[in-house]
């Protein structure tokens, strides 16, 4: 699996562990996205130019869930698409990198 989620408690404070990064449990960008879109999203950053159906599989997620979540990713300029034949291909936006990156994550493909 492409990512680590787990919660860990750090005095009143809740932390949960997405793709190596910490979320701090008041992070807002966290409370906008919620854990699986967050999930999603970290799936695209540690495995870019993923098919719907790998970022399904990778994010544990039903098919139809993943394309809805990458849509709305999509949407909000944090990923990107392309077409390879009849494939859906999902890659982080400059955007997207950057959100990951001010919340500690490590750098896409790493």
Same mark, same amino acid.
């Given at each position: 699996?492409?990512?680590?989620?787990?919660?860990?408690?750090?005095?009143?404070?809740?932390?949960?562990? /997405?793709? =190596?990064?910490?979320?701090?449990?008041?992070?807002?960008?966290?409370?906008?996205?919620?854990?699986?879109? +967050?999930?999603?999203?970290?799936? /695209?950053?540690?495995?870019?130019?993923?098919?719907?159906? $790998?970022?399904? $599989?990778?994010?544990? /997620?039903?098919?139809?869930? +993943?394309?809805?979540? !990458?849509?709305?990713?999509?949407?909000?300029?944090?990923?990107?698409?392309?077409?390879?034949?009849?494939?859906?291909?999902?890659?982080?936006?400059?955007? =997207?990198?950057?959100?990951?990156?001010?919340?500690?994550? !490590?750098?896409?493909? !790493?």
């Amino acid at each position: 699996m492409g990512f680590l989620s787990r919660e860990d408690h750090d005095g009143p404070r809740v932390r949960t562990v /997405i793709c =190596g990064a910490v979320w701090c449990g008041r992070d807002p960008s966290l409370a906008l996205l919620g854990r699986t879109r +967050a999930v999603v999203l970290c799936v /695209i950053a540690d495995h870019p130019a993923c098919t719907t159906t $790998q970022l399904a $599989q990778r994010a544990r /997620i039903s098919p139809a869930s +993943a394309s809805e979540h !990458a849509t709305t990713l999509r949407s909000a300029g944090l990923t990107t698409l392309t077409r390879e034949r009849k494939a859906v291909l999902h890659t982080l936006t400059h955007l =997207g990198l950057t959100l990951l990156s001010n919340n500690g994550s !490590a750098t896409p493909g !790493a």
